[in-house]
């Protein structure tokens, strides 16, 4: 992702406004999902057959207040994504594109009110093929800052209306997918701050004069892609509602790996005392929690190894990535023992959900890691291909000994 020509600061703090606005969304999300209120508001877009935005404040009680807060969040993130979207259009293109686009803003700005759920849903299949469109444009393009915040929008969209679809269909693979959204577009608007901001104008100039190793960019990529599977198994786990399948630690009921056979899995359930959670425990979700405590594992060890070998790299040519780097290792400790927390203490809402907000955060920072890392690798390949002699053309005459 290339920056745009002039640095905007009010811009690049009103993306952050925004990606700080879309943690808190994430973190009610979480609770909603925590408590096991996700149901308490079976209506959708209508609240109690209200709209959304006129439900009366003194019915806002129970679980209600969750699943209710996280709607109105939403649609101010939808909001506040729409004005920054039209904001880097008025700044990065002219004529038809641009009308265009805010055409497209306000229509959908306009379905905020309707009562309609085939409207939305309709809506969202547009959003979902402009989004398409806009992200191959933005790999296409030199600077595509315009279409990767035209991606956030129609993302915005999407995700809204997935997680309508999540109450009124009732499915739980609406809502894995509904989360991973979630972090994929908190990462895309932090990415629009870091590019509209001072930070990254700098960070170019100082690029070109330096090269990092191509095995550190694989090893910040690598890890990256791990944290981002990690979120995918922890979301799987929370939307199965099957309570903690394995509640000891270190041990797994008693061994290093669960049994899985009937009988064992009679056992295990005649155990639970949560009653918040009624599905039983599946053998599935035996596997599913190992395999989430086995990537931590390897998290734990790999990025405080990659986060040392960014401060080696630049952390005196770019104080700021040795800072990301350190504040990288300490998020997963504080994550991995948040999850040991989360085993032991049965699961409480706030800890659960702090869980989920640390690794949302963690991820941010791993991607902006290695966004920074393949800048350089850009810049220092530029520098290269400039400095290199052009070949005279056929004719022209050679330079003399």
Known sequence: MNESPTNSPWLSRFAWLTA??????????????????????????????????????????????????????????????????????????????????????????????????????????????????AGNRAWEEERP????????FCAVIVQGVLGGLRVTAMKDAIGIVHGTIAQLFLVLLCLLALCTGRFWQRLKQVASDHAIPGSLRSLLLLATLLIFAQLLLGASMRHQHAGLAVPDFPLAHGRLYPATDPDSMALYNSRRMDHREPKDIQPFHIHLHMAHRAMALVLVGMIPYAAIRVRRALGSTVPAAGQLATAWIGLIVVQAGLGVVTVLTNKPADIATLHVVVGAVTLVVGVVLTVMAREFSIATTRTVLQSRPRPLAAGAPQPQA
């Open 20 to 133: 700080g606005l879309t943690l808190i969304l994430i973190s009610v999300g979480g609770l909603v999902t925590s408590k096991g209120v996700g149901m308490s508001v079976p209506d959708w877009p209508t609240t109690y057959g209200y709209n959304m935005f006129l439900f009366p404040v003194s019915q806002w009680v129970g679980g209600i207040f969750y699943e209710h807060s996280h709607r109105l969040i939403g649609s101010v993130v939808g909001l506040f994504t729409a004005l920054l979207t039209a904001r880097i259009w008025e700044r990065e293109a002219k004529g038809w594109s641009r009308r265009l686009v805010y055409g497209f803003i306000l229509a959908a700005l306009a379905m905020m009110g309707v009562r309609s759920q085939v409207s939305f849903i309709v809506m969202a299949v547009v959003a979902l093929l402009v989004g398409i469109y």
């Open 145 to 152: 800052l315009r279409w990767w915040a035209l991606v956030a």
